[in-house]
């Protein structure tokens, strides 16, 4: 009797224990969180305040991110951001779509050669190639423009078949084979059939590559330049930080980095399940 | 085994050569002869405006383009004295990195049209060849059909190779060419030449002791030091907290997981400046210690302004990136554990911490491997924790532009897009990344063997 106590009273302590250790994570990595919400609100200018807590509180910082267009458009780069996802992510897609299809269902002479060929580029550091970029968008005249952002963030799309292919590999062939032999053609197989199939690896191709422009900073910092116009909030967010603009902006660069980090963390946390499958997948193979 | 003979001998451009009768080899010279005099048209008509749109650019461009490649360019730019003004202009001179682009790119244009080519000798022997067997040729719609159907896969696959040609490999090639070039920053066109130098930015890099060599040594160093211990601290406190929230007695397993998910949901760029600014000099962390007396009010501590102090915060800070990563990988490899494992452990009379060694461990590091030599070559090209923290620095005098904790990946960065523009460097550099990254892939690959036998895998 008094050893189950006793067994029964270990486990409650280390229950204890195991509570307050994941409270104390949770605080730690719940902290940069919670200090950016603060400063978006704090009522005090400046970038470097000797203190924790802010004095006061005001919501003047969301709202002048809005009106006071003059320097930055936050507005305008948030459109930016999302006509440029919108159109990448829908590109992106089509071209992952199509090549897993083709690499997981058809045989072709270039099949192994192409695999091969994407293994070792993606092998490169992924900017080694920018100044490259940079100049072929030149040379077609259309750096400085949102398209030039489109055609670099979907381009690329192609070398990312892996999770797709290794999903459609486990449809079963004989679903193909069998419309086949009542006279449909591949195509038909491919949307009719495969498409409507494939829900969350579509679902995970769409999310990944409607993500990519809102956090990519390297590729818009090369492409846009100046421009402000048509910057993206990624490359706005990190100018605002820049040591001429940072007193005035500080906190509403906090501002804006909570308005843009809400959406994206809900679509992420929605693509988290197929985030560890996708993962998991990956590894099989 | 008759059907194999023909498709072999459909490829091989020497028995369509051999076999062909004089259609099929005028079709070597002027394209879609042997289609068009055999009634296809269309397709004729196509490989012939291919192969006239291609003379006009050999003629146009493409010649002097390739010429140009070899010397890339021989004029530099000069100051002539204009007699009619009276004062000295600018005299254009040859622009070594246009040159190189376009020869990059006649390169390319060429081995496109060998491709067509190709396929005209092809579609030229298989008209010849059906209509000795009496067949009727399909019709350009026929055609066309087909490739919605047998031939869906070169459909599917145009637009984005035309995407990965135009915007990965051109731009690669051009980029590893140059760093066969002296293209640094005494060498910038338009004003100056740069021209090939073989192999001598390798050697500066890892034979000679200059400080490029210096610096070079000095952040791979630090660059294989970080991957390995941003690999395995992130996937031991993964796990670890993976055990954590999924042991027996944890109650609102979502809750707590949800808690961590949301750390990672936010844009990284967002979560790393924010920390960046936290822990400045008079950042909001120096504030902290400051207001709790942990530190004196004028005393700071230098999370990213000492060399040292920094390189321990960008791997603490990319562990609180990392972790809920791992959490949620393993998270799903734990419920795959066979249960009856623990149970025969716990007979046996084995404590927590045994069963975790013995049973816990072998088994997820088992399934992860891969996963785990992925991260690795993650890590090495991992960009965004050190540039948004520290940009690379602290700035060190030993080295050559670059800081304290500059990953390889970061220098390259510097030193194309910062004040001082060594393309050469940063472009050997890059070819270095990717021996690492391929050396270590190898060994990934023979891990998981999946590549190799993925036919087992599918239904």
């Known amino acids: 009797m008094s050893r189950y106590r006793r067994m029964s009273f270990n486990k409650f302590v280390r229950n204890v224990f195991a509570h307050i250790l994941l409270f104390v994570l949770s605080v730690i990595w719940l902290f940069p969180v919670f200090w950016i919400v603060l400063t978006s609100f704090r009522g005090e200018k400046g970038s470097f305040v000797p203190y924790f807590w802010p004095k006061s509180f005001t919501i003047n910082n969301y709202v002048q991110l809005f009106t006071d267009t003059q320097q930055f458009y936050y507005a305008k780069w948030f459109m930016n951001t999302l006509i440029v996802a919108v159109f990448s992510c829908l590109l992106s897609t089509l071209y992952v779509l199509g090549i897993s299809y083709a690499l997981s269902r058809m045989r072709f002479k270039m099949r192994k050669p192409f695999m091969n060929v994407a293994l070792i580029l993606g092998m490169f550091p992924g900017f080694m190639s920018m100044i490259a970029v940079y100049y072929i968008l030149k040379g077609l005249n259309m750096t400085q423009s949102l398209l030039a952002l489109i055609l670099v963030y979907s381009a690329g799309a192609g070398l990312n078949f892996y999770i797709a292919k290794g999903f459609f590999d486990t449809i079963p062939k004989a679903i193909d084979e069998a419309a086949v032999i009542d006279g449909a053609s591949r195509w038909k197989v491919f949307t009719k059939i495969t498409i409507p199939l494939s829900r969350p690896i579509i679902i995970y191709t769409v999310l990944t590559s409607f993500l990519a422009p809102w956090t990519d900073y390297i590729f818009v910092s090369v492409i846009m330049g100046d421009n402000y116009d048509k910057y993206t909030i990624a490359l706005g967010l990190y100018k605002m930080l820049e040591k001429e603009f940072i007193t005035t902006w500080y906190n509403r660069f906090a501002a804006g980095a909570v308005i843009v980090s809400i959406p994206i963390s809900i679509l992420f946390i929605i693509m988290q399940r197929y985030y560890a499958e996708g993962a998991s997948g990956a590894i099989k193979g | ?459």
């Open chain 2, 1 to 459: 085994m008759a059907k194999i003979k023909e498709k072999n001998e459909r490829y091989s451009i020497i028995s369509a050569f051999l076999r062909g009768d004089f259609l099929t080899k005028l079709s070597f010279l002027i394209m879609g002869a042997s289609n068009l005099f055999r009634g296809q048209i269309i397709k004729g008509l196509l490989f012939l405006f291919t192969e006239l749109a291609y003379i006009y650019y050999l003629t146009s461009a493409g010649i002097s383009a390739l010429r140009g490649l070899r010397t890339l360019g021989t004029k530099e730019q000069s100051m002539v004295f204009d007699e009619s003004q009276g004062i000295f202009v600018v005299q254009k001179g040859d622009n070594s990195m246009l040159m190189l682009l376009a020869g990059v790119v006649a390169i390319a244009v060429t081995m496109l049209f060998l491709v067509i080519w190709k396929a005209n000798i092809n579609a030229a022997y298989e008209a010849k060849n059906l209509k000795q067997q009496g067949k009727k040729l399909p019709t350009f719609a026929m055609d066309v059909a087909s490739y919605f159907d047998k031939k869906l896969y070169r459909t599917l696959m145009s637009f984005p190779l035309i995407g990965i040609l135009l915007f990965n490999i051109l731009p690669l090639m051009f980029m590893i060419l140059i760093g066969f070039t002296n293209f640094d920053h005494e060498h910038q066109p338009p004003g100056k030449l740069f021209t090939w130098v073989g192999l001598d930015n390798f050697k500066a890099l890892l034979l000679t002791g200059e400080k490029i060599g210096k610096t070079f040594w000095g952040v791979l160093g630090w660059t294989l030091i970080w991957a390995v211990l941003a690999t395995f601290l992130n996937y031991i406190g993964g796990i670890l907290l993976a055990l954590l929230i999924n042991r027996e007695g944890t109650k609102l397993k979502g809750f707590w997981r949800t808690i961590f998910v949301t750390s990672i949901a936010i844009p990284q760029f967002v979560s790393l400046l924010v920390i960046r600014i936290m822990l400045n000099d008079n950042g909001a962390m120096n504030s902290l210690l400051q207001d709790l007396g942990i530190i004196s009010r004028d005393k700071f501590l230098p999370f990213l302004s000492d060399p040292t102090w920094a390189r321990f915060t960008v791997v603490i800070v990319n562990l609180w990136i990392g972790i809920p990563y791992t959490m949620l990988i393993v998270t799903g490899i734990l419920q795959n554990i066979p249960k009856e494992l623990y149970e025969s452990a716990k007979v046996d009379g084995a404590n927590a911490f045994v069963t975790f060694i013995k049973i816990t461990m072998p088994y997820v590091l088992f399934v992860t491997s891969p996963y785990l030599i992925t991260q690795f070559i993650g890590n090495i090209n991992n960009f965004n924790v050190i540039y948004f923290l520290t940009a690379g620095g602290p700035l060190s005098l030993d080295y050559y532009q670059a800081g304290k904790t500059d990953l390889l990946v970061t220098w390259l960065y510097r030193l194309t897009t910062g004040s001082v523009k060594d393309y050469s460097y940063a472009s050997a550099i890059g070819i270095m990344v990717f021996i690492l990254s391929a050396t270590f892939s190898l060994i990934s690959y023979r891990f998981t063997a999946s590549y190799k036998r993925e036919e087992d895998f599918q239904q």
